[in-house]
């Protein structure tokens, strides 16, 4: 089975940085691609920024330039470093995996994990 577990959301004030961490469990953690979501209140489910299995990355473009998706296969995890944050920034994150070890934009998510809360005061 597996299991998704995500940490390091809380409070920052606008500007600030946090990084969320992902572990997996369940299969082989480097066969995979790897996603982080977001969603606002009232607002759909987004992509923000996914990783495949080869460490390619691909980020939303509300983000680039400031969040750093990383992967690290010995420790089963995958990051998002948040730089300069905003109020708009303000969600719960969502890690997700893939069932390829590739990613494309209509590529869905196999597995999710619970998500953690970022809220970004201005």
């Known amino acids: 089975q597996v299991q998704l577990v995500e940490s390091g959301g809380g409070l920052v004030q606008a500007g600030g940085s946090l990084r969320l961490s992902c572990r997996a469990s369940?299969?082989?953690?480097?066969?995979?691609?790897m996603g982080w979501f977001r969603q606002a209140p009232g607002k759909e489910r987004e992509l923000v920024a996914a990783?495949?299995?080869?460490?390619?990355?691909y980020y939303a473009e509300s983000v680039k330039s400031r969040f750093t998706i990383s992967r690290d296969n010995a420790k089963n995890t995958v990051y998002l470093q948040m730089n300069s944050l905003k109020s708009e920034d303000t969600a719960v994150y969502y890690c997700?995996?893939?069932?390829?070890?590739?990613?494309?934009?209509?590529?869905?998510?196999?597995?999710w994990g619970q998500g953690t809360q970022v809220t970004v005061s201005s």
């Open positions: 369940g299969r082989t953690f480097s066969r995979y691609a």
């Open positions: 990783i495949t299995a080869g460490s390619r990355t």
């Open positions: 997700a995996t893939y069932s390829k070890d590739y990613y494309y934009t209509d590529l869905r998510p196999e597995y």
